[in-house]
Structure formats: structure tokens, C-alpha cells
């Protein structure tokens, strides 16, 4: 399995909705990380998460909220989204300690906010 | 110091003919040089890297030329077909001492490739 799987492929949300985006990944990768992209525009780095642990926040709003239940799980919480929160989410992970791999990305979950 | 910048911003290429990407960055501490690929509605995918120790990388069609001595870094596809049209993102990383890394990236290319 070569895969980053992300979960739902859309979401629209009202502003005062609580959701969870799901990512999974089975190729051992100890490294996960979530970005958001808006349109015509690179990646934006949100949350590493490195064995399980959170090793970078990008001065993320409070309103996202990372969870790492495992090592083949992140999940991110949402709460009182607002509208210029709506984005490409994107997961990805990576070897451990060996940049030959690179990042595997999933194919994110469009989320609007309403 | 974190910057990498890309060009050109859109570049649009007969079928058969060479694209040129061109990425430069500052921060002579990155050891890592990926490129990226994106369709629309897709996440981005890993096309090909390079580390600062290698002048040039191929793979099929597709090739990336470092000068390290300019900070500077390119990707070349021959042969351009229509089905690499998408948007390409260069990107760079310190990924010495640790299991995890942050990629940062250029603001990306638009490819069109015409039939």
C-alpha cells in the first residue's frame, strides 16, 4: 500500500459545525503532516506530526485541532470555521529520517465553510 | 531565508518540445530539492528530487539541474505531451538530525502542453 487516504473527499460546514477530517497511511511512515491549500497556490505547512507527537504548529488558529491516534492516523478537528477557512486540506507522511522518499500526499478533502 | 521562488508563473509548450522550470532559494542550509507534481482535484505527487551533491537527476523524461554555487535548481521535460499539463511546485527542505521535515515551496508553475 502506497497510499495516503483522506477522508471525506468534500465537506461544506456552517460556521458553527464541529467535523473531523481522517487521513490514513499503512506504509510505516512516522511522520505525518497536514497542509491547507487554497486555490492556485502551493501547500501551506499547518501540523507535523513526528511518532505520534506534534512537533510543529504553524500558528494554527485554535479552531483546527490535530489528533494522532496511532501511527497510521491523523485526524483534524474543526470547530467555528470561518469562511475564508474553505481549502484543499491536504495529509501526507514520510519515511522516518530519509528524505530519499519525499512526501506521499493524499488527494485531500475539499472543505468549504458556509 | 525560508523562500524558494519559482518561474515562470505559466508556461504553455507545444506537444514535443522542451518545459523549463526554473526554482532559486537562499537558505544554503536545504539539502533536499523535490519537485512536485499536481492535477486538478489531486493532492500534489513526487515527480523527482535531488540532493546539493548531484549536479543533475533523470528520470524518463524527465531531468533537474542543480548549480549549488547559484542556489539554484530546474526541472526539464522532453518531449512534453499533453497529459503533463498541470501545475508543477519546486520545493526545498533541511532534513539533517530528524524524522520529519518541512517542505517549503514555490508558488508554482501552470504547465499547458498543446496537441
Known amino acids: 500500500d502506497t497510499e495516503v487516504t483522506q477522508t471525506p473527499k468534500h465537506l461544506v460546514m456552517g460556521m458553527t459545525n464541529k467535523k473531523s477530517l481522517k487521513c490514513e497511511q499503512h506504509?510505516?511512515?512516522?511522520?505525518m503532516y497536514w497542509y491547507k491549500q487554497k486555490a492556485k497556490k502551493p501547500p501551506e505547512l499547518m501540523f507535523v506530526?513526528?511518532?505520534?507527537?506534534?512537533?510543529i504548529n504553524e500558528s494554527v488558529p485554535s479552531r483546527f485541532s490535530p489528533e494522532c491516534p496511532n501511527s497510521s492516523l491523523l485526524n483534524l478537528h474543526l470547530h467555528a470555521l470561518q469562511p475564508e477557512d474553505s481549502a484543499l486540506y491536504l495529509c501526507?507522511?514520510?519515511?522516518?529520517?530519509?528524505?530519499?522518499?519525499?512526501?506521499?500526499f493524499g488527494s485531500g478533502t475539499r472543505l468549504t465553510v458556509v | 531565508q525560508q523562500q524558494v521562488k519559482q518561474s515562470p508563473q505559466s508556461l504553455i509548450v507545444q506537444k514535443g518540445g522542451i518545459s523549463i522550470i526554473n526554482c532559486a532559494y537562499e537558505?544554503?542550509?536545504?539539502?533536499?530539492f523535490p519537485w512536485y507534481q499536481q492535477f486538478p482535484g489531486k493532492g500534489p505527487a513526487l515527480l523527482i528530487a535531488?540532493?546539493?551533491?548531484?549536479s543533475e537527476k533523470k528520470e524518463g523524461r524527465f531531468t533537474i539541474s542543480f548549480n549549488k554555487s547559484a542556489k539554484q535548481f530546474s526541472l526539464h521535460i522532453m518531449d512534453s505531451q499533453p497529459g503533463d499539463s498541470a501545475t508543477y511546485f519546486c520545493?526545498?527542505?533541511?532534513?539533517?538530525?530528524?524524522?520529519?521535515?518541512?517542505?517549503?515551496f514555490g508558488k508554482g508553475t501552470l504547465l499547458t502542453v498543446n496537441p
Open positions: 506504509m510505516g511512515h512516522r511522520a
Open positions: 535531488i540532493r546539493p551533491d548531484v
Open positions: 520545493a526545498a527542505s533541511i532534513s539533517r538530525g530528524g524524522s520529519n521535515y518541512k517542505l517549503t
Open positions: 506530526y513526528s511518532y505520534e507527537k506534534l512537533s
Open positions: 501526507a507522511s514520510s519515511q522516518a529520517a530519509s528524505y530519499n522518499y519525499g512526501y506521499t
Open positions: 537558505n544554503t542550509a536545504f539539502d533536499y
